[in-house]
T-cell receptor, first 118, second 111 residues
Framework: GAVVSQHPSRVICKSGTSVKIECRSL??????MFWYRQFPKQSLMLMAT?????????EQGVEKDKFLINHASLTLSTLTVTSAHPEDSSFYIC??????????????FGEGSRLTVL | AQSVTQPDIHITVSEGASLELRCNYS??????LFWYVQSPGQGLQLLLK??????LVQGIKGFEAEFKRSQSSFNLRKPSVHWSDAAEYFC?????????FGTGTRLKVLA
């Protein structure tokens, strides 16, 4: 099956620093990638949808200047948490939709990245 | 607006017992429905999906789900649960461009 890899799986940073999380589709091209945030024992909250070569579409309430998303190639999307604060600590998960598929298609998920801001 | 509801936050079953996880959807037309499973600290894995056709859908790991339009439900079932099935289960529906997830049901399996 299709594989999506996220890196790093765990990251600890100091308050005020920026952290970049990468999401790669290893064996397929993904025109669309999604970034989710998951709080402990809660569901996935969609943060933004990124389309290759264009600006990300952010969900209501998500600060676009805080969570920078770049989708520069068909296999890579990055999420940068800028000026991180302890309240940004969370589990971030990306998913990718293979090129040529629609909303009926399966999404492939990364393993997630746990961010802890001290 | 599309939505999915998972009424049960936690469910505990004994190993070998049958399982049913509930999911209710809200959508005017025929929805695209999915069940995903998440093991602790991991991403999500697709168990099965429904778009149209046969309302009883077979998935991986022995899971099945039945689409019932009259009840707006898409419940997940397994006849005999294994200890390795302990995980978080999410029902989801697909809109025009994004997925909407339910709040999840955490399954605990007793030995």
């Amino acid at each position: 099956g299709a594989v999506v890899s996220q890196h790093p799986s765990r990251v600890i940073c100091k308050s005020g620093t920026s952290v970049k999380i990468e999401c790669r589709s290893l064996d397929f091209q993904a025109t669309t990638m999604f970034w989710y945030r998951q709080f402990p024992k809660q569901s996935l909250m969609l943060m933004a949808t990124s389309n290759e070569g264009s600006k990300a579409t952010y969900e209501q309430g998500v600060e676009k200047d805080k969570f920078l998303i770049n989708h520069a190639s068909l296999t890579l999307s990055t999420l940068t948490v800028t000026s991180a604060h302890p309240e940004d600590s969370s589990f971030y998960i990306c998913s990718a939709r293979p090129a040529g598929t629609t909303n009926t298609g399966e999404l492939f998920f990364g393993e997630g990245s746990r961010l802890t801001v001290l | 607006a599309q939505s999915v509801t998972q009424p049960d936050i936690h469910i505990t079953v004994s190993e070998g017992a049958s399982l049913e996880l509930r999911c209710n959807y809200s959508y005017g037309a025929t929805p695209y429905l999915f069940w995903y499973v998440q093991s602790p600290g991991q991403g999500l894995q697709l168990l099965l999906k429904y778009f149209s056709g046969d309302t009883l859908v077979q998935g991986i790991k022995g899971f099945e789900a039945e689409f019932k339009r009259s009840q707006s439900s898409f419940n997940l079932r397994k006849p005999s649960v294994h200890w390795s099935d302990a995980a978080e289960y999410f029902c989801a529906t697909s809109g025009t461009y994004k997925y909407i997830f339910g709040t999840g049901t955490r399954l605990k399996v007793l030995a």
